[in-house]
């Protein structure tokens, strides 16, 4: 699917499917992707915090573009997260997404080292960005907190914007913050603003915001585009995000992919995740069954 030039729309943030033995399933990855195109996504966001990429190697990322190439998907149809602690690594990650030819980088901030100011913030953003050149398209900064442990300010959005017009084109807000929300709503109306907490999705795509990079995308895209598009609220996806949170989020989509595709083999994760008990898997999947039944079977 194509996005019109003035809506993100609805991104899954793509769950990576591995072995038993933490090996990628890259045959997996290609009917998922697919999957996902077909039933109400724009685009594909891989290797994010749903997508385990933290713990996908550069080889590893290699093979999965790989895959989903030979399955028909070019760069046109993916956003490529960027999750490195290092500016050489953070280049590496962006000079492939642009070598096959992505759409945008989803770029997280520098994750390890705690307590820095926005003025070394914006330093490493900065110097990821002049280094990328040509290759810096499409970015989307990525405010994610709770697994960053930092908080991009609205400031320091508003600096790089203004030092890089045209190559930061985004935020992807997962603070889970409303009050956050509304203030980068109000205050970068010309960004293209992406919700990912899925409660707060459609009140932010009805006051201005350009849609959503989502992790539940990996399994009920049909009732998440009205959401993304148009702004319509559904309170069963309110509901389903309070259930997942309930779980390590990640495994907890897994087992609903796992349950949607009726395929176990999607519970695998990488260490340190761990796979969700049987028992939670099966009250996941009652849960969902109750809200969405017979939705994308």
Not at 240 to 261: N, S, W
């Amino acid at each position: 699917m194509t996005v019109s030039a003035d809506r993100f729309g609805l991104s899954v943030a793509m769950t990576t499917p591995f072995g038993s033995d933490e090996v990628l399933d890259l045959s997996r990855i290609a009917e998922h992707a697919k999957w996902c195109l077909s039933n109400g996504c724009n685009s594909i966001t891989l290797f994010g915090t749903t997508g385990e990429g933290a713990s996908v190697e550069m080889a590893g990322r290699e093979q999965v573009l790989g895959a989903l190439a030979s399955a028909g998907i070019d760069g046109h149809d993916l956003v490529y997260c960027v999750a490195a602690t290092s500016v050489h690594e953070a280049l590496m990650q962006g000079r492939m997404a642009s070598d096959f030819g992505c759409r945008g980088l989803l770029l997280t901030p520098p994750f390890y080292f705690k307590g820095v100011t926005d003025e070394g913030l914006f330093t490493w953003f900065a110097s990821v960005l002049e280094k990328l050149g040509a290759a810096a398209r499409g970015v989307i900064l990525y405010n994610i907190p709770s697994v960053t442990q930092i908080s991009l300010s609205i400031e320091l959005i508003g600096r790089l914007k203004k030092h890089f017009p045209g190559i930061v084109m985004g935020v992807k807000d997962s603070s889970g913050d409303w009050e956050y929300t509304q203030r980068l709503l109000d205050s970068h109306q010309d960004l293209a603003i992406l919700i990912g907490d899925e409660r707060y999705l459609a009140e932010g795509v009805r006051r201005g915001g350009q849609g959503a990079i989502s992790g539940l995308a990996n399994v009920c895209p049909g009732a998440l585009r009205p959401l993304a598009m148009d702004g319509q609220g559904d309170e069963r996806v309110n509901r389903l995000v309070d259930e997942v949170l309930k779980y390590p989020v990640t495994p907890a989509v897994k087992a609903l992919v796992a349950h949607r595709t009726e395929d176990a083999a999607w519970l695998n994760v990488r260490s340190p995740f761990l796979r969700v008990s049987a028992a939670d898997a099966d009250r996941l999947g009652s849960f969902y069954d109750h809200l969405f039944p017979k939705m994308e079977a």
